[in-house]
């Protein structure tokens, strides 16, 4: 492995943790499930795409390399998903904003 591929493995790994550990922060620090759930969808996305990334280029085009693209593409596809699912949930439940925020009525 040369040095400027080290270097962008290093860079997108610290990329990678941060997100996380910011995402981690928000999990523990926000006030209701909403933000929560924001928090964690986009920093998580961010920070585990970047450490799928870093595999990538360690690892190169093929074999383990492949299975990182595959991981972002999940990635990808599930989080949005399991974050309106989440979001969606805590409405029917009757889980309330934090603060004086409503839902928007329904205009039909």
């Given at each position: 492995m040369n040095?400027?591929?080290?270097?962008?493995?290093?860079?997108?790994?610290?990329?990678?943790?941060?997100?996380?550990?910011i995402g981690t922060l928000g999990l523990l620090r926000l006030?209701?499930?909403?933000?929560?759930?924001?928090?964690?969808?986009?920093?998580?996305?961010l920070g585990a795409a970047s450490i799928f990334l870093a595999g990538f280029v360690y690892f190169g085009p093929s074999g383990e390399g492949l299975t990182s693209l595959v991981g972002i593409v999940f990635l990808f596809l599930t989080t949005p998903t399991g974050a309106h699912m989440i979001s969606r949930s805590a409405q029917k439940m009757g889980v309330e904003f934090f603060g004086d925020t409503e839902w928007p009525e329904d205009e039909s």
């Open positions: 040095t400027l591929t080290a270097v962008i493995v290093t860079a997108l790994l610290v990329v990678g943790s941060a997100f996380l550990t006030p209701d499930v909403y933000n929560r759930m924001h928090a964690t969808s986009k920093a998580t996305t």
